[in-house]
Structures are given as C-alpha cells and as structure tokens.
C-alpha cells in the first residue's frame, strides 16, 4: 500500500497538495512544522482543522518543533529584529522573509520521517511563482534533492511531488475548487492571526489569485 | 577572506577535520550538533575542550540543539528503547545507530549558518571506512547534497569538504599526528562518558586505527 506525507503548512498550497495527496494515495500522513514564524499559533489551528476536516487519525499527524532555526536567524520571519515588510510587487530579489536553505531543513526532517514510517511519497506545496526570488522553489532544486535522497536513504524510494510547484495561484485556487478543499480553514498570512492583513507579499499573491480565478477567497480580511 | 565551518562533533575524524581546516582557511567556526545521543554531554565538552585548545573565539562557536529528532526516532542513538550494541564486525549491514538521513539535517542546518555568517567551505569529518552501510556516508551522496547547495543557496558558492571520507582509520590517526591535533581530547564512544568502552562500533574502529598506525589512543578505556 502507497503511503504518503504531505507539508502542511496551513498555507493554500499545502491544503491542495493535501488534496492531491488523499486522492493519489491510499494512506496519507501530515507534518508540520513549527519553525517559531510569527504567526506559528495561527499556521497549527489551519493545520488542526485541516487535519480534523480530512479524518486524518492522530497517529497520522506530525508536529516537529524547528524552533531552533531561531538560533541560526538572518530571516525577518524567524528574527524579531527584523520587521516582515509589506509587498513590494513582484521581483526577483530575494526577500528578507528567507530563512537561508529553509526547505532543505524541512525536506531532509520530512524525508527522516517517510524513512521511519515507510512513506515513498513526500509532497510540498512550494510555489515558483510566490517566490521566484527563492532559490530553493526552483525544480531544479527539487531535482537536485530527489537525487540526494536516492542517494541518501536505505532504500532509495521516497520522491519529493510538487504538484504545484509551477502552477499560477490562480490555477491552484481553480485545483482546489477541484479537489473541494477546505480553503476557509487555511491561512497564508506572514504578519497577522486575527484576520488577515492583506498587505504582506503572500496574502497579495492569495488575493491576487482568488481574484484572477473569479473565486472569492473565504477567509477574513483586515 | 575565506571562511570555513567545521562540523565538530568531538570525534578523532572531525577533530582532524579541524585541523586540516584552520590549516587552509583565514577564518574558522565550529558548529556542533546536539542531537540527543546517549554521550551528547560528554561530547558536548570534546567540542569545547578542542574550541579552547584551538583558541576559537565564542562568537565563531555553535552549538544546534537537535534533540527534536528524538520525535522521529527510529535509531538506538536517540530512541531510548532501542540499545546501542557492540561491535559486531565489519558489514554492509546498516546499523542499528543509523538516524534515517541524518547527514542530510545536519547538513543543511550548517548550510544555513554558512550562508548566514558567508563561510565558502563546509567540512564534516564522515568516514567511508566507519560506516559503510550508511547511505549517507558515501562519496556519491556528497556530490548530489554539493548540487543541492549549487541550486539552493543564493550565491551557490558553499561547498562541503570531506578529508577523511575514503581514509582508512590508520590515515587519519598518521593525518592527525602530521596535523598536531589533539587526539586526547576527542571522544568517540557511543556508548559510556566517563571511561570509553572500547566495545561499541566507534571504539572498536578507533583502537584498531591507532594499533594499525602504531601509535597509542591517549584516551582512557575501561
């Protein structure tokens, strides 16, 4: 039987990849990571309702604490020395948001738990177009690492999937609609955890999608 | 300037790791890894003794507390329901101290902070010899995780230097007497922290390196 993980941020891409994990696959697991961004306590409610809105048994639900990744810094979502900026319009410049190799952290904790639970599929919902100056959403990074895990594993079998890796938001929020996930229970703001602030670069690029889809995006805005 | 990091987890091999490093580069740090591990306080105090002994300032020494992989499990290092056993003699079999992609965390955790701090070399002290049957101590896995780096990172310029990789033990004991490192300061059992054992896997590979270099483990063995 396929087992699969799937990174639940709480984020929308992570929810559609969570909906295309539960029907590509006949065992599905959840990890979260809390990395002590600011708005982490907001990010584990979406990953909690989502978890309860998929049935996903407790067993199944992982919550690894990165808050260590404080220790390292050099990221406006990790240092509170450093303001979250509000968005600047799109650019390939790296953003100060980047906490430097972050996904490769995540990805090699996600590939040590797949090891362990004998799961052969890991998806992500990175997003290219979100954050085109990352280097580490680029498929051929992903690439890159899939290699290292062949390499790097006892068996060589779990595949890193990226469904939405270079998908337009606009596109992803139409798959979700597909898939009928539950986009009211997810969250993707960086600076707030009442409602969202609408300002950050990711509630701009979720807004901008649910526009550009004719959908009208459920969850509260400042 | 070059910078360079060293991965010291307080063994013969990265020690001599150490050595070789602040023989090649301007300025170097030392990174260790607390990841929960039966003996993680006495090698805690190697990574300390060999700082001091090396005149390493506090600002460029770190320690990663790690001891979140405890969650994962599924290693007699850091599952406390799993004994370490002794040595059983050279195989191709993964042992049961194996963490599931471990190099792989500690990797990209140190990638992290050499791209916080600009360090250009990484070096980690793995051991072909030591660990045949981990897949992440094989050369081949090195090469992808340095393309990882390439495609990850924003200016791809870390690069991870492994000495001791194909040495026998007996060459990196000879290395580490050219290099003047301080073996007796080192600690390699996995199993006890006062006395090494000289029965675990890491012990018995450590006496047979030193007896086939002809020269005497300064350490106290039971």
Not at 56 to 74: H, N, P
Not at 75 to 86: A, F, G, H, P, Q
Not at 153 to 174: C, F, H, Q, S
Not at 204 to 210: E, I, P, Q
Request: proline share 4%; net charge neutral; with cysteine.
């Amino acid at each position: 039987m396929e087992k699969a993980i799937v990174l639940l941020s709480g984020g929308m891409d992570s929810l559609v990849c969570a909906g295309e994990a539960l029907a590509e696959s006949q065992e599905v697991s959840f990890l979260h990571m809390n990395y002590g961004q600011k708005t982490s306590v907001r990010e584990r409610k979406s990953f909690d309702d989502i978890a309860d809105f998929y049935k996903v048994k407790e067993s199944d639900r992982k919550i690894i604490d990165m808050t260590f990744l404080k220790q390292i810094g050099g990221s406006s979502l990790t240092d509170e020395n450093i303001d979250v900026k509000s968005y600047q319009g799109d650019s390939n410049v790296i953003p100060d948001s980047y906490v430097p190799f972050r996904n490769s952290i995540i990805l090699s904790l996600a590939v040590s738990w797949a090891e362990v639970v004998g799961a052969t599929k890991l998806y992500i919902g990175a997003n290219y177009e979100d954050s085109p100056g990352y280097p580490d959403c680029r498929p051929s990074y992903y690439e890159a690492f899939n290699r290292v895990i062949k390499e790097g594993t006892k068996a060589g079998n779990i595949e890193i999937v990226t469904p939405v890796l270079m998908m337009k938001k606009r596109d992803i929020v139409l798959k979700g609609q597909e898939l009928k996930v539950p986009f009211a229970l997810s969250w993707s703001c960086y600076k707030s955890s009442d409602k969202a602030c609408g300002q950050c670069d990711s509630c701009a690029l979720r807004l901008r999608g649910f526009r550009e889809a004719g959908i009208k995006d459920p969850i509260d805005y400042k």
